[in-house]
């Protein structure tokens, strides 16, 4: 299985003083030699971690291929073309949000995502379309003419945390999840349940299959186990992880949990 580290939430740390310090690009070559297989950032529109002098000096420089997440808006795809990444993970972003709630509206979206598709194809990056691990999403996927698909995990690790963690006694509780334990098992299983078969319709289809949100030390072996799954990208538990351990002993640990 190949791990990709999603080096963004470095980037947060140092935009919570606004200052230089630390810089995502120190963690590329620890990534390396600790046994990562692809760097994965996030060039978001509203700059709120990764800024773009940072995706240029990662892309320049990593020794690991550089897997660079983005929305579908035009100027960003040009910055994109123009920084040329080993693969572009299209994702959906609204400005207000945490994090990326759900995968990509391929339907709603899909004119503007042949527009950046052959974009991308015509620069020589390889795209990923992060989805929601559903039949229709797996089906326009393989029309959209692309090499990956990234199943988007944040439900499965939301219902994961609801039962088995200590989430629903803290202000983070998530209200839509605070269910019997019976519930969250079943919804657990259901969750496991769909990206197993859309792992298997995307195999079929012969796109290549990755997944990532919200993954995890606990949770993680749940979706590693799924077959057709190539790949993950794992960022906030890995770099949470390293403030108490060091990058290095967080990532060979995931690494070796996901072998
Ligand atoms: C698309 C995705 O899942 C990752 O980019 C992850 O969400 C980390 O980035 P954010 O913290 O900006 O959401
Ligand atoms: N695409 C998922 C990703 O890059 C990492 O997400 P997270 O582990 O930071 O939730």
């Known amino acids: 299985m190949l791990l990709g580290v999603n080096i963004d939430h470095i980037a947060v740390l140092r935009e919570a003083r606004k200052i230089n310090d630390p ?3 120190d963690a590329v070559s620890i990534c390396k030699l600790s046994g990562a297989d692809q760097i994965t950032i996030h060039l978001r529109e509203d700059r709120r971690h990764i800024h773009d002098n940072d995706a240029k000096v990662i892309i320049e420089q990593s020794a690991l291929p550089v897997n660079l997440e983005c929305a579908i808006d035009e100027d960003i795809i040009d910055i994109v073309c123009k920084l040329k990444p080993a693969r572009a993970t299209l994702v959906p972003e609204k400005r207000e949000e945490v994090t990326t709630e759900g995968g990509l509206d391929l339907k709603g979206s899909y004119k503007k995502l042949q527009k950046a598709i052959k974009k991308l194809h015509a620069n020589e990056i390889e795209v990923s379309l992060f989805i ?3 039949k229709e999403a797996i089906e326009l996927s393989k029309k959209l ?7 988007h995990t944040g439900s499965f690790a939301n219902i994961y945390a609801m039962l088995n963690t200590n989430l629903r006694n803290t202000h983070h509780s998530i209200k839509e999840l605070e269910l019997s334990k019976k519930e969250l098992n079943i919804k657990l299983q259901n969750s496991i349940g769909e990206l197993k078969k859309a792992s298997k319709l995307a195999i079929k289809n012969d796109l290549k299959v990755a997944a990532g949100h919200g993954l995890n030390y606990q949770n993680v ?3 590693s186990n799924i077959q057709g799954i190539e790949e993950l990208n794992i960022g906030q538990s890995i770099i949470a992880r390293s403030v108490f351990t060091g990058l290095k002993d967080a990532i060979i640990e995931m690494k070796n949990l996901i072998k």
């Open 23 to 25: 810089n995502p690009l």
């Open 221 to 223: 072996i749940l979706v």
């Open 132 to 134: 929601d691990p559903n």
């Open 145 to 151: 003419n692309v090499e990956w698909i990234e199943l």
